[in-house]
């Protein structure tokens, strides 16, 4: 999700994409999971673009594989040098 402390390149949904879910006729739950799905598909673009492949052709394994890189760059380097700030 979006937080502050986050550069721009890094965040996950820009203040106009939340004010159009915020604007849409949909429960508080069913905002949460637009949000969540407009994150996951930005994050998703991103793996795929660091593995050089579709989103389409990205599999299982490099989504956790990315998640295992990018969990030990924060524990080994601190968060500003993982790519989710969390």
Avoid at 25 to 36: D, G, N, V
Avoid at 37 to 44: P, R
Avoid at 77 to 84: C, K, N, W
């Amino acid at each position: 999700m979006d937080l502050p402390s986050q550069q721009p390149s890094t965040q996950f949904l820009t203040l106009e994409e939340s004010a159009k879910v915020d604007a849409a006729l949909l429960s508080s739950p069913e905002k949460f999971l637009t949000r969540l799905t407009i994150s996951s598909l930005k994050l998703l673009q991103h793996i795929a673009q660091e593995h050089g492949v579709s989103i389409e052709n990205l599999t299982t394994q490099q989504v956790i594989s990315w998640f295992e890189k990018d969990s030990k760059l924060r524990r080994e380097q601190g968060i500003e040098s993982s790519y989710l700030k969390w």
